[in-house]
Nanobody
Framework: QVQLVESGGGLVQAGGSLRLSCAAS????????MGWFRQAPGKERAFVAH????????YYADSVKGRFTISRDNANNTVYLQMNSLKPEDTAVYSC??????????????????WGQGTQVTVSS
């Protein structure tokens, strides 16, 4: 089992920045590739970013490319999502997730084995 706890969400004005953290406990964190997803009210869960288990490769949704950066600190069992130039359409609950097999389907929720409870990000215009 892997337990994931997100933090860092909040209310920010458009153009501002937030950094989300996802702290992992349980099994060896460095064995898992990590993803961030978000879900806005009335919408399906959407892929945001993914980082492989050693952090050598990262992937982003087109909507956040150039504004968001995913990173990880395996020594401290934490994955981060730095969000800059935030827009009102970034408003959502953001969740981190862990998957063990470095899947090519990283942009889909299905391959992920463990999920955090989510943290709310609200961007005002």
């Amino acid at each position: 089992q892997v337990q994931l706890v997100e933090s860092g969400g909040g209310l920010v004005q458009a153009g501002g920045s937030l950094r989300l953290s996802c702290a992992a406990s349980g099994r060896t964190f460095s064995d898992y590739s990590m993803g961030w997803f978000r879900q806005a009210p009335g919408k399906e869960r959407a892929f945001v970013a993914h980082i492989t288990w050693r952090g050598r490769r990262t992937y982003y949704a087109d909507s956040v490319k150039g504004r968001f950066t995913i990173s990880r600190d395996n020594a401290n069992n934490t994955v981060y999502l730095q969000m800059n130039s935030l827009k009102p359409e970034d408003t959502a609950v953001y969740s981190c997730a862990a998957e063990k097999y470095d899947t090519i389907w990283y942009f889909r929720p299905d391959p992920y084995d463990y999920w955090g409870q989510g943290t709310q990000v609200t961007v005002s215009s």
